[in-house]
């Protein structure tokens, strides 16, 4: 929903400031300094130094940098462009907004929303988005260039929050691409008043056989409500999480005669080998400071980047605030109420929560090991808790919090042309040759025209191409990769705290324990990349990629190969079928490549002619395959259901 939001602030932006009084239109600006929200009207805008953009700097400011009567925008090496709600560059008039004549950037550009509208276009520079970055034109190039929408960066607009209002009452937003599955809170690991599951025995936690010690576990039986798959609404059911690879993390604090005990269980799925997980206790958790410290689990998805061949990372990160808290509620979503999650919890994917991993101190690492007595011995009060605080959530990160057959799916409101992290170029005339193209939602492309497309590269879990070369071989090779490093799949986490006295000390020690268990082993460091859209117009196309094809795929032209290092794969949900409406006017049809269809595969027989050249020296797999052709020819496989 905050992706929905953002999109309709974005249409209604107007511009940052106020056009000053009766000023005169400028014919030419050149900026040659650091300056902070100017306000320009101009004619033509040269940037040589920096122009920051902040909203921060007045209550007022609450839409995009913009100047006034522009025609032409040049922001030079080494030019900054520097916002945080980011820049609007078009002709702004009193009346309206129109196309700019010309916009060139040699340098960079960095804001959340990057919106640049122009006849010409010409970036060979650095644009950087948080939220969108959305280029029209209708001669446009970015070769050579890199283009980034990362709602995983530093900046918070898209990662979400947790709030706590003066009454106590939390409220929450999840970040982008993340979805809540199931949720429970309450006392004794129930919700439902009056309903009580049977104490806690604390001895029988300290068993390595499915108890709480790890790396077998399992965790206590919880009521938890759970989004239904079949229906709009949720249902209660209880789970339990369980496995035998926890890697614990303890931390143990004193102060006085109270000892806080924080253990934090983890299972990873050891097939992912790019997914990197750590733990850290935060050093101010819930701000109760008597209470012992946040854990914060953090998990990495580890990736090579497209344009410097670097190692980078994409994370999420987990706070647990259960220790801190004399009550297990749940929090609210906003803006409806169609999920929930228990207060005690916080989700995030912007990097700024590394400072809890890094040098500065405020991320404390583990400094005690689980003992077969740890959670018990003689000496304690109570060997059997009764009201032990519980909170219970599943999260969905990645493709897997939207699309068919996740909870919750709404066909319209789940596309991703409506998820944050969106790079989209629409032009008449488009040149992409060794461009770098990056973002966490979708990459759209559309232009009836691509000059060129050699050496571009896109890093996207989502790609929609609608694009044309009418003149020469329209030849598509190795633009996306099969998968990118981002994490994907689901995060089942179950925490609970009590207390106990042990009686044999003088004077005698209050514990408080807090246990959270976190099963990420349904969570992947790859999500599979989906062309959502891929239609393509030429004389003669060449494939030599990878399609996973999403809801839709036409290519449009007489001569169409697929080489051996490609592939098509359409899904069980959306385009499920080849027909002559996929490949309306091939003539010549080649694959050496692999071929993978659901349902039917109908290539010239469902039409009144058929194909002239059919070779396939490939893999061909599908239910049902039909071909009709005039010149047939198999060296490879048809593979059917039969």
Same mark, same amino acid.
């Given at each position: 929903?905050?992706?929905?939001?953002?999109?309709?602030?974005?249409?209604?932006?107007?511009?940052?400031?106020?056009?000053?009084?009766?000023? =005169?239109?400028?014919?030419?600006?050149?900026?040659?300094?650091?300056?902070?929200?100017?306000?320009?009207?101009?004619?033509?805008?040269v940037n040589f130094n920096t122009i920051n953009a902040s909203n921060t700097q007045s209550s007022a400011n609450t839409a995009l940098f913009s100047t006034f009567n522009t025609l032409n925008y040049t922001n030079a090496l080494?030019?900054?462009?520097?916002?945080?709600?980011?820049?609007?560059?078009?002709? =702004?008039?009193?009346?309206?907004?129109?196309?700019?004549?010309?916009?060139?950037?040699?340098?960079?550009?960095?804001?959340?929303?990057?919106?640049?509208?122009?006849?010409?276009l010409n970036n060979s520079g650095n644009l950087q988005a948080g939220n969108l970055l959305q280029m029209q034109g209708s001669t446009v190039s970015v070769s050579r260039s890199r283009l980034s929408a990362l709602t995983s960066s530093t900046n918070f607009i898209n990662d979400g929050f947790r709030f706590v209002n003066t009454n106590g009452q939390v409220t929450y937003q999840n970040p982008n691409m993340v979805g809540d599955v199931y949720w429970g809170a309450g006392t004794s690991d129930v919700m439902t008043a009056g309903l009580r599951l049977g104490?806690?025995?604390?001895?029988?936690?300290?068993?390595?056989?499915?108890?709480?010690?790890?790396?077998?576990?399992?965790?206590?039986?919880?009521?938890?409500?759970?989004?239904?798959?079949?229906?709009?609404?949720t249902t209660t059911t209880f789970r339990s999480l369980s496995g035998t690879n926890y890697q614990p993390y303890v931390r143990q604090t004193q102060q006085g005669t109270n000892?806080?005990?924080?253990?934090?269980?983890?299972?990873?799925?050891?097939?992912?080998?790019?997914?990197?997980?750590?733990?850290?206790?935060?050093?101010?958790?819930?701000?109760?400071?008597?209470a012992g410290d946040a854990p914060v689990v953090r998990f990495?998805?580890?990736?090579?980047?497209?344009?410097?061949?670097?190692?980078?990372?994409?994370?999420?990160?987990?706070?647990?605030?259960?220790?801190?808290?004399?009550?297990?509620?749940?929090?609210?979503?906003?803006?409806?109420?169609?999920?929930?999650?228990?207060?005690?919890?916080?989700?995030h994917r912007s990097s700024y929560w590394d400072i809890y991993f890094d040098s500065s101190g405020i991320g404390s690492t583990t400094n005690a090991t689980l003992t077969t007595n740890f959670y018990y011995r003689a000496g304690f009060s109570l060997d059997t808790v009764t009201n032990n605080l519980y909170a219970a959530w599943r999260v969905a990160v990645g493709n897997a919090s939207f699309g068919p057959g996740s909870p919750g799916y709404n066909v319209a409101l789940d596309d991703p042309t409506n998820l944050l992290g969106r790079v989209e170029i629409t032009a008449n005339d488009l040149d992409l040759s060794f461009a770098r193209i990056q973002a966490d939602g979708i990459v759209s492309i559309r232009a009836p025209n691509l000059t060129s497309s050699v050496g571009t590269k896109i890093d996207a879990p989502f790609i929609q191409l609608?694009?044309?070369?009418?003149?020469?071989?329209?030849?598509?090779?190795?633009?996306?990769?099969?998968?990118? =490093?981002?994490?994907?799949?689901?995060?089942?986490?179950?925490?609970?705290?009590?207390?106990n006295v042990f009686t044999n000390a003088s004077p005698q020690l209050n514990y408080r324990y807090s246990v959270l268990v976190v099963d990420a082993s349904q969570l992947s460091g790859v999500t599979p990349v989906t062309l959502q859209q891929f239609n393509v117009r030429g004389t003669n196309v060449v494939i030599n990629n990878d399609l996973n094809i999403g809801r839709e795929i036409q290519i449009?032209?007489?001569?169409?190969?697929?080489?051996?290092?490609?592939?098509?794969?359409?899904?069980?949900?959306?385009?499920?079928?080849?027909?002559?409406?996929?490949?309306?006017?091939?003539?010549?049809?080649?694959?050496?490549?692999?071929i993978t269809v659901p349902y039917d595969c109908t290539l010239g027989s469902d039409r009144a002619t058929p194909i002239a050249t059919f070779f396939n020296a490939g893999k061909l797999v599908a239910n049902n395959i039909s071909i009709r052709a005039t010149d047939y020819q198999n060296t490879g496989t048809n593979q059917t259901a039969g």
């Open positions: 929903m905050i992706g929905k939001l953002l999109v309709w602030l974005v249409s209604s932006w107007l511009v940052f400031t106020a056009r000053p009084a009766q000023a =005169a239109t400028a014919q030419v600006i050149t900026n040659f300094a650091n300056v902070l929200n100017p306000v320009y009207d101009t004619v033509s805008l080494p030019g900054l462009f520097s916002g945080d709600l980011g820049f609007q560059f078009d002709l =702004a008039t009193n009346n309206a907004r129109l196309w700019a004549n010309n916009i060139v950037n040699q340098g960079t550009i960095v804001g959340d929303t990057l919106l640049l509208s122009a006849t010409n104490g806690l025995f604390l001895p029988s936690l300290n068993s390595s056989n499915f108890g709480l010690m790890g790396p077998r576990i399992s965790s206590p039986t919880h009521e938890v409500q759970e989004l239904s798959q079949f229906f709009l609404g000892v806080n005990i924080q253990v934090v269980l983890v299972q990873t799925n050891s097939a992912s080998t790019n997914l990197l997980t750590d733990v850290r206790f935060g050093a101010f958790g819930g701000f109760n400071f008597s990495s998805a580890v990736g090579a980047d497209i344009t410097t061949g670097a190692i980078y990372t994409n994370s999420v990160y987990l706070f647990d605030y259960t220790a801190s808290q004399t009550n297990s509620i749940l929090s609210q979503y906003q803006p409806d109420t169609s999920s929930s999650r228990p207060a005690d919890y916080d989700f609608a694009i044309a070369n009418t003149n020469s071989t329209l030849t598509l090779t190795n633009f996306a990769g099969a998968s990118v =490093a981002r994490p994907n799949g689901t995060i089942s986490v179950y925490s609970t705290t009590w207390t449009d032209s007489p001569a169409v190969t697929f080489t051996a290092l490609s592939s098509l794969n359409l899904p069980l949900i959306g385009a499920t079928n080849i027909a002559s409406t996929n490949f309306p006017n091939v003539n010549y049809f080649t694959n050496l490549g692999v």
